[in-house]
């Protein structure tokens, strides 16, 4: 689906469509009309949405049992993305590719309003579950960016670091889907940024919700891919780099 042949883009095997159970003559129709466009460059950087204790709380366990002690637990569906999520940082560490994190800042002067990224009622009031997955602890000299709202450009200065690094393309991991991930897609893509979504390093509390999102961010603002396919795309963009 992409042109592979777009100058300074590298090609992207193609995800295996994580929304197929979902799909009706109609969407098939929509999906078939999407334009190819170019997803990774020559300059990548990898973003991390929202990887903290608070969507792992719980344990493995489905969300239906986790809702009542654990409101803001992805449960399974986040430990099952963390394995790929792991390997895909080893891989953009291993080709110094930056990896950005993504995390909620939890001052209470930065809200006075006591407003939040969602209108979900019942919160977690341990700030301490904010604190990046153990597995996924950022590394000396990883970027740590710290946002109040949903989109991780939205009033921070995301974007800046992304220049002074020559980034010319984003790939995604992280969640909700349908929230804070797909609204830092919605606006990297706003700001120019090719993007790429990693299906197996995204996640949310409702499969639907999930598979409903990576259709549309794939049709509209990003290519969706599997982590096989962005671990592909990784190595030809440093070998296109090498000039091999």
Request: charged fraction near 25%; include cysteine.
């Amino acid at each position: 689906m992409l042109d592979a042949n777009r100058r300074g883009m590298s090609g992207i095997s193609r995800a295996p469509e994580p929304w197929d159970d979902i799909m009706d003559d109609e969407l098939r129709a929509i999906l078939a009309r999407r334009p190819s466009r170019p997803s990774v460059g020559q300059r990548p950087a990898l973003i991390a949405v929202d990887l903290y204790d608070l969507v792992y709380d719980g344990g493995p366990r489905p969300v239906i049992d986790l809702m009542a002690e654990y409101p803001a637990s992805c449960g399974e569906y986040a430990w099952r993305a963390l394995p790929p999520t792991i390997e895909l940082f080893k891989a953009a560490r291993l080709l110094s590719v930056p990896i950005v994190h993504i995390n909620y800042d939890t001052r209470a002067e930065t809200d006075p309003r006591n407003i939040h990224p969602t209108n979900r009622k019942k919160r977690q009031s341990n700030l301490g579950l904010y604190t990046i997955k153990e597995e996924l602890t950022p590394v000396e000299g990883e970027l740590v960016i710290y946002k109040k709202r949903a989109s991780a450009f939205f009033g921070t200065p995301l974007c800046a670091f992304l220049n002074e690094l020559q980034v010319d393309s984003l790939l995604f991991v992280g969640e909700s889907t349908s929230g804070c991930l797909r609204a830092s897609v919605i606006e990297g893509w706003s700001f120019g940024y090719p993007c790429t979504v990693v299906a197996d390093g995204a996640f949310d509390r409702y499969p639907l919700n999930h598979k409903v999102s990576l259709f549309d961010l794939h049709v509209k603002y990003a290519t969706v891919v599997d982590l096989a396919g962005a671990l592909n795309a990784l190595q030809e963009t440093t070998s296109m780099k090498l000039g091999r």
